[in-house]
């Protein structure tokens, strides 16, 4: 693929925080962790994100976009039953290492869920909610599979040309932008 790689995500409610709080524990985070905050996603993107990153000198874009027609929330996000705080992290060779203290990844609790990741970002600007950020199309851009980002794909690997001026047309804005660092993705494994 020509274009380069980045790290596009869809924050919705979850854990039943809203996404003014949920931007702004970020930010807390961001200022206690030196400029560093972990983002809970739901999946993986596998070790192709490592490997995106290691290839574009081992900090990879990530893209928070904001739908500005958002489907209703699940009642489930909104209000969870149980609220997990991950507490453990599986590195790239397995090791069991602490979740940062500063880091506070939650997901909505079910008996059933073993894992959750969370996105190692780093920004030196404050995370902002910004509906009103440049627009964004996701379907212009490609998953490794070289097919558009499908509408319910929260978190993708992809490739795009973030300065198109097609994305004008786009239903997303760009809330604000970060960069993935090492270890880029933590598999979350213990909660509390």
């Not at 930010?27 to 962790?33: I, L, M, N, T």
């Not at 506070?104 to 995370?127: D, F, N, Q």
């Not at 978190?155 to 804005?173: E, P």
Request: glycine residues 8%.
């Amino acid at each position: 693929m020509t274009d380069p790689p980045f790290v596009l995500t869809k924050p919705g409610i979850e854990a039943g925080g809203s996404l003014v709080d949920i931007f702004a524990r970020k930010e807390a985070e961001r200022v206690a962790g030196g400029n560093i905050f972990w983002w809970g996603i739901g999946s993986s993107l596998g070790p192709a994100v490592c490997k995106a990153a290691q290839d574009a000198g081992g900090k990879l874009p990530v893209v928070f976009a904001l739908n500005t027609r958002p489907s209703r929330p699940k009642e489930h996000d909104v209000s969870p039953a149980r609220v997990f705080r991950w507490t453990k992290w599986q590195d790239w060779n397995g090791s069991i290492r602490d979740v940062p203290a500063f880091a506070r990844v939650t997901s909505r609790g079910h008996k059933l869920k073993r894992a959750h990741y969370a996105l190692v970002c780093y920004s030196e600007k404050p995370i902002t909610f910004d509906l009103n950020g440049p627009a964004f199309d996701p379907s212009l851009c490609r998953t490794a599979l070289a097919k558009r980002p499908g509408s319910s794909q929260v978190t993708a690997l992809v490739w795009g040309d973030l300065n198109a001026a097609d994305h004008k047309r786009g239903q997303y804005r760009i809330a604000f932008r970060a960069t993935l660092v090492s270890p880029w993705q933590a598999k979350l494994v213990s909660y509390r």
